[in-house]
């Protein structure tokens, strides 16, 4: 069952400008975490902010959690085109499931 | 230190045959995940286990086995492979029981004739 589901599936800005992708959740949760996924390549851990906290900043990171919505935004700032990545968002909520990962938002950043 | 190891990085079965998938860590960390990603599925959780010598079954567990051999390598085996287990398979671990942080292997392409 997925837990989180990301917004939007596909991004595409240019090289020096802000990317912002947001990850809705169904139930309460622990903590939310965001992964990159370079192409061909095994996801790398970001950030987590857990329940408690309302935002976060990891150098060039700023991740925001809404509980009351159930909802997190990732904000990459002055993109390059190393961000070029896939990004998901994963819940932990105590359940046998473990971290639940959402689809993904692919996010292309043009020179 | 080369991190979570998978191999091999490509097979293809036919229908009906066997393989096991081999993951090894060298971070002595005592979770260790097989997980599964399709495109427009995200990841989605095979079987972990929390330490040496156990085992759990996570959200697609059907048409799988696995072993945890020993702190650092956790297989996974398909004992008859279906063309719908045809999908990258990530081996990932991390130092506790916490899912606070997870550290993945590079895949296997696996496909499924």
């Known amino acids: 069952s997925q837990q989180g589901e990301e917004d939007p599936q596909a991004l595409s800005i240019q090289e020096g400008e802000n990317a912002t992708m947001n990850c809705s959740y169904k139930?309460?949760?622990?903590?939310l975490q965001w992964y990159r996924q370079n192409s061909g390549r095994g996801l790398v851990h970001l950030i987590l902010?857990?329940?408690?906290?309302r935002e976060k900043h990891s150098g060039r990171l700023r991740v925001t959690l809404d509980t009351s919505k159930k909802s997190s935004s990732l904000l990459i700032t002055a993109s390059r085109a190393a961000d070029t990545a896939s990004y998901f968002c994963a819940t932990e909520s105590g359940g046998a499931q473990k971290l639940v990962f959402g689809q993904g938002t692919r996010l292309t950043i043009n020179p | 230190n080369a991190g979570v190891t998978q191999t091999p990085k490509f097979q293809v079965l036919k229908t009906g045959q066997s393989m096991t998938l081999q993951c090894a860590q060298d971070?002595?960390?005592?979770?260790m995940y097989w997980y599964r990603q399709d495109p427009g599925m995200g990841l989605r959780l095979i079987y972990y286990s929390a330490s040496e010598g156990t085992t759990d079954k996570g959200e697609v567990p059907n048409g799988y086995n696995v072993s945890r051999l020993n702190k650092r390598e956790f297989s996974l085996r398909l004992e008859s492979a279906a063309p719908s287990q045809t999908s990258v398979y990530f081996c990932a671990s991390e130092p506790g029981q916490l899912n606070e942080k997870l550290f993945f292997g590079s895949g296997t392409q696996l496909s499924v004739l």
């Open positions: 139930t309460s949760i622990n903590n």
């Open positions: 902010i857990r329940s408690n906290e």
């Open positions: 971070m002595n960390h005592n979770s």
